[in-house]
């Protein structure tokens, strides 16, 4: 299972990157979104530093940024864990037992969807179909795709990923971000 790359504002010149992208735009309103899309695929999230930083740029509002950064589920606030755990709620896979899945992934992650559990491991999201509804239901971990996943596969699958995890960086016992707590 491929981890998936991050690249967090602190390793970037992050205003810099940022005047780019918005002077690609041409400071144009109407671009606000692929502003944002930009932004959230140079450093995998949207930081409230950059939404400042476009508000400056732009003359849009803080508040509007940030309501359009809420409203879309494509946008995150917060910088993605090392797995991102996609469950299909699609309508195939809505009806083959999703809420029970998620529900799943959630309680043995502690994040709820949408978010990045506590120690950096995993980001849960449910999301549209995802165009394989015969293996429903589906749930995708980084770039491998899961056929006929059950509540208890997927529990199994995220107590696997944490095993694999500690086991890489040395771990023990209670890990921040893969790291052993001091
Ligand atoms: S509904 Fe889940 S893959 Fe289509």
Known sequence: MKNTEKTNLAERNPVEDIDQIVRRHN???GATIPILQDIQ????????????????LTGISESELYSIVTFY?????????????????GTACHLAGADKITESVMHETGAKAGETSEDGLFTVEKVACLGCCSLAPVVTVNDETLARVTPD??????????DAEKEKTGCKGECQHGKPAV
Not at 157 to 162: A, D, G, N, Y
């Open 27 to 29: 400071v144009n309103r």
């Open 73 to 89: 589920s494509q946008f995150r606030l917060q910088p993605s864990g090392k797995n991102i755990i996609r469950v299909c709620h």
């Open 41 to 56: 695929n140079t450093f995998g999230y949207v930081a409230t530093e950059a939404l400042t930083r476009v508000s400056d």
């Open 153 to 162: 596969k997927a529990r199994a699958l995220v107590i696997e990923s944490r």
